[in-house]
């Protein structure tokens, strides 16, 4: 099978990050990938500021903004009345120490979260995977974002709610024939 | 109010998927070749982090212990460290900095005074700088596995092997 191909020549990034040099770091891989429009903030109010001007079509936003937390940036991005900026795809870079950050990240509506060193394969994979795999967007009372259910997951005690639950009951259809047709 | 599901086109969905764009591996290569003209640069940021994080250490708020806004100014410095180390891959720099993460870490967590341990991190680093001459492997394998024992005294844990265990996938939910 055929690599992935990315066309990101018409796509506009925003990239905020308190540190100069990450902010370099990261906009010359993206610039590798082929992303000629950047929008480079150091702050969250500096990214609001930019935002209200154009809507960008994704997002890295570091872990621990230095003047608002990434969870509340993420969430006003969430709250506009736009509907290209609210279900706009954010992904997270979290250093090494804002590990624990991660929760609040992923619960602020953040698509994805990317430890810090990043590869540039590492990047290159989630961008892919934010613009292809389509996620339903939630809007809930306490939540605005995207899906955060990755994996279904066996219940631990394997006792199933439903009778179609049963994988055994998905999986193999030729085995659930004889059975609706004796119904 | 109920819970609303939305089924979003993305504009980035369309605009990828057009005729023409990079294949990883073009993408890639092009993206490594940026990273490499930063190189120096990056050794002379990791250089300017590591004497800053040395006006810090080497002078702690009270005899004994760091004052919290130290321990977070190190924590900040050290997290562009290991940032720029593991992107450029050196390998010894980025593991004694994640080191002194973890102790920096542990002391404000537990508020235990002990500037001794922050010390001998800070030495180890200045000997993997990348500026400074290189360091045989068996020496860093030494000085590495002395570092593991400042952290097993204290008892803290480690954030790397939280870093290894934590991803964004396998945090429990809140529930909406």
């Given amino acids: 099978m055929g690599q992935p191909r990315l066309n990101l020549k018409n796509v506009t990034g925003l990239l905020v990050d308190r540190d100069a040099f990450t902010r370099g770091l990261v906009a010359q891989m993206l610039r590798g990938f082929g992303i000629e429009k950047l929008m480079i903030a150091g702050t969250g109010a500096e990214a609001k500021a930019m935002i209200g001007g154009n809507c960008p079509d994704i997002c890295f936003v570091e872990g621990a903004l230095e003047d608002m937390s990434t ?22 870079l979290t250093g090494y120490t804002q590990l624990r950050l ?15 060193p990043i590869s540039p394969q590492t990047l290159f994979d989630r961008i892919n ?10 809007e809930t009372p306490s939540y605005i974002g995207p899906d955060r259910r990755f994996h279904s997951i066996d219940p631990p005690d394997e006792k199933w709610k439903r009778a179609t639950d049963a994988p055994s009951q998905t999986a193999a259809p030729s085995q659930a024939e004889p059975t609706a047709q004796a119904s | 109010m109920a819970a609303l599901t939305h089924f979003p086109k993305l504009r980035i969905t369309e605009l990828v ?5 990079v294949s990883r591996d073009e993408a890639i290569a092009q993206a490594k070749q ?3 003209t ?24 009270e005899r004994s212990r760091y004052s919290d806004a130290q321990l977070k100014q190190i924590l900040v410095l050290c997290d562009q460290i290991v940032t720029l180390a593991g992107t450029f891959e050196y390998t010894a720099l980025d593991q004694t900095t994640r080191s ?20 001998v991190h800070m030495r180890a680093m200045q000997m993997v700088n990348p500026k400074a001459p290189p360091l045989g492997e068996k020496q860093i394998k030494t000085m590495l596995a002395e570092l593991k024992k400042i952290l097993a005294h204290h008892g803290f844990d480690q954030l790397s092997a939280s870093a ?3 991803s964004f996938e396998d945090v429990p939910a809140t529930p909406d």
């Fill in chain 1, 71 to 92: 969870a509340d940036f993420i969430g006003w991005i969430r709250r506009q009345t736009s509907q290209a900026l609210r279900f706009m795809p954010v992904i997270v």
């Fill in chain 2, 164 to 166: 290894d265990k934590i």
């Fill in chain 2, 100 to 119: 002194l993460c973890d102790v920096a870490d542990g002391l404000m967590r537990t508020k235990k005074l002990d500037i001794a341990s922050i010390h």
């Fill in chain 1, 102 to 116: 991660i929760a609040a990240a992923r619960d602020g509506g953040a698509h994805i979260v990317v430890r810090k």
């Fill in chain 2, 38 to 61: 930063m190189r120096a640069e990056g050794n002379d940021v990791i250089e300017g982090s590591i004497k800053a994080l040395e006006v810090i250490v080497f002078a702690p708020a």
């Fill in chain 2, 17 to 21: 998927g057009r005729f023409g764009g």
């Fill in chain 1, 129 to 138: 995977w934010v613009a292809r795999v389509s996620r339903p967007f939630l």
């Fill in chain 2, 34 to 36: 940026e990273l490499s």
